[in-house]
């Protein structure tokens, strides 16, 4: 496992300018975090994915990894930011030379942002292969009708990248097909039929719904092939969760560590309460725990870097993660005490932010039949 020292020590810097007054002062008001998205811009680091033709920095997906884990050790939520990095998979490998070329070198030098990945619909869930939003061919250009909900940073993206209907399921073979990927321009949407709603969360998470009426896209917004959108978006949602694992492991180091100092300082009935194994097991613990989900995260990532198959790596290594974290994060408010409700030491503001990870982007429940169906060979429960 390549530790990547250098991104680490930059990364770390780079944060040390956005301490928790600033994620705390944000978390106050759900605002976005503009200045740490424009710094980590200026430095490359959203760029990591792109290749260096395009003005990026040509990274691997391990190292982008790296870079999510920092955000999350320093204190700071990659969530506000990180779209831009794993829907990189869906362009990179499918979209045109002549998209390629359009846009990542601007997405590339921060004058376009790509944060938002539009699949999630009310009536569909998890379900994916039954949202309704459809995009119907006229000509040089194709009518979307429909809605989405949990669309993060659509205020705050330039471009969404959105998976539609193009053929109706009832009129396919295998109901994978006939979804195909767009990438919207949401200025020009804005005006043209596509509505945004915001949702208030229990974390500053800039989440939406999308309401698209008649809105025309121009035909040249296909990424790839019509009907082939649901193939090409896996290659997007396995970088997304072994990203978000990333994150959840920098989440676990973050309560872990908090949690180690905490134990080592406060002194109760005269004594640091980390000598009480009821405080210092659990920690260990979680430790533990962290390093098994790390692992499994760094495998996910080589297998992805290498070409080769990773969805149950990229699966297992974000359930494992987003366990963890949460695990961690309950240790820490508990050996905190009482303290750790208090705003200022940024416990409760991670340990909501990290409890979405079991949710989103996929849940714990379809990881599991994920794996029981297709590592193990179990009957199809759905
Ligand atoms: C803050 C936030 C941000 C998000 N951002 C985005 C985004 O940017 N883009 C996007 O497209 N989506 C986004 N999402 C959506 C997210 O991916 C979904 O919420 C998630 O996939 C679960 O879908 P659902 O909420 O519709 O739950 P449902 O599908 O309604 O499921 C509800 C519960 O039932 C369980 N369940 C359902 N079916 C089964 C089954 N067959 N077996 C066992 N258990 C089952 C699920 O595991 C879940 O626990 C976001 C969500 C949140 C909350």
Not at 275 to 284: L, T, V, Y
Request: glycine share 8%; hydrophobic share 40%.
């Amino acid at each position: 496992m390549e530790n990547y020292q250098d991104i680490r020590d930059g990364v770390t810097a780079l944060c040390a300018e956005f301490p928790g007054e600033y994620w705390q002062k944000l978390d106050a008001k759900s605002e976005y975090p503009d200045q740490f998205v424009a710094a980590l811009t200026d430095a490359g680091y959203l760029a990591a994915l792109i290749p260096e033709e395009f003005g990026g920095s040509g990274l691997s997906v391990e190292a982008t990894g790296v870079i999510l884990e920092e955000i999350s050790r320093s204190g700071g939520h990659p969530g506000a930011c990180h779209a831009q990095m794993y829907t990189m998979g869906s362009i990179l490998r499918h979209g045109s030379p002549e998209q390629k070329g359009r846009y990542l070198p601007e997405i590339a030098n921060g004058t376009l942002r790509l944060q938002a990945f539009g699949v999630t619909e009310p009536a569909a869930g998890t379900d994916t292969t039954s949202i309704r939003t459809f995009a119907r061919r006229d000509g040089d250009r194709y009518i979307v009708n429909g809605q989405k909900i949990w669309i993060s940073r659509a205020e705050h993206s330039d471009l969404l990248l959105l998976l539609a209907r193009t053929t109706a399921k009832d009129q396919v073979k295998k109901k994978t097909d006939g979804l195909s990927l767009f990438l919207v321009d949401m200025n020009a949407a804005l005006t043209n039929g596509l509505t945004i709603r915001p949702i208030e969360t229990m974390m500053n998470h800039h989440t939406t719904e999308l309401f698209f009426d008649d809105l025309e896209v121009p035909a040249s917004a296909l990424i790839g092939e019509e009907g082939q959108g649901f193939r090409y978006v896996l290659d997007s949602m396995n970088v997304e969760r072994t990203l978000i694992a990333f994150e959840c492991i920098g989440d676990c180091k973050f309560f872990i560590e908090r949690a180690k100092d905490y134990a080592c300082d406060r002194k109760v009935f005269d004594r640091p309460i980390g000598r009480n194994q009821g405080i210092q097991f659990p920690i260990a613990h979680a430790y533990a725990n962290m390093r098994a989900a790390e692992l499994m995260a760094h495998e996910a990532a080589r297998l992805f870097d290498a070409g080769e198959r990773c969805g149950a790596e990229a699966n297992m290594a974000k359930m494992l993660a987003a366990s963890a974290s949460w695990e961690a994060g309950n240790t820490c408010l508990q050996t905190y005490g009482g303290s750790g409700f208090a705003k200022e030491f940024d416990i409760e503001r991670k340990f909501r932010e990290t409890r979405l990870y079991q949710v989103a982007p996929v849940s714990t429940n379809l990881i599991l039949a994920f794996i029981g169906e297709h590592v193990l060979g179990m009957p199809r429960s759905f």
